[in-house]
């Protein structure tokens, strides 16, 4: 009589998928929780002035990366360019800002694409809101030519 066995080649398969998995969750464990405002992005329900306010008091007392504006301005000027080295030194040594310079970066993206459909209450439009104003736009503006149009000339 045969034994039916599972191939070894298939049991160390997933013995090796088994200890990976037990291994990522404890990295997961010991990494420090983001900080509010990379997760308030994200959500198109944010209240844009939380968001905001959060990322500010995050980065109240701590360095900022270096800004890709803070390079070129730099250029040919000796007394900046060393200003950015010496502030490129300093970051090494910041953890907050070595970790979360990407996120810094995307953030202040956001915050200038999102300010012109912020309502006074930190509501963001959502893209359906922005679609139906941009149709009413052009309503109007189609409405306002044919008035100009049927108008008789003087």
Known sequence: MKKSK???GVAWLLLCLLLSHSSM???KKNEPAKPSWITM???PNVNYFEAVKSFNDYWKNKEKPVEEGELFESVGDKEKEEAISRKKAR???SEPAQMYAFEYKRFIWWMREMEPFVQPDGHIKGMDERINEWRTLQQQKKLQREREKD???Q
């Open 25 to 27: 969750a404890q990295q």
């Open 91 to 93: 970051l090494r040594a």
């Open 151 to 153: 108008k008789p000339k």
């Open 41 to 43: 992005m994200d959500d």
């Open 6 to 8: 599972i191939p070894s």
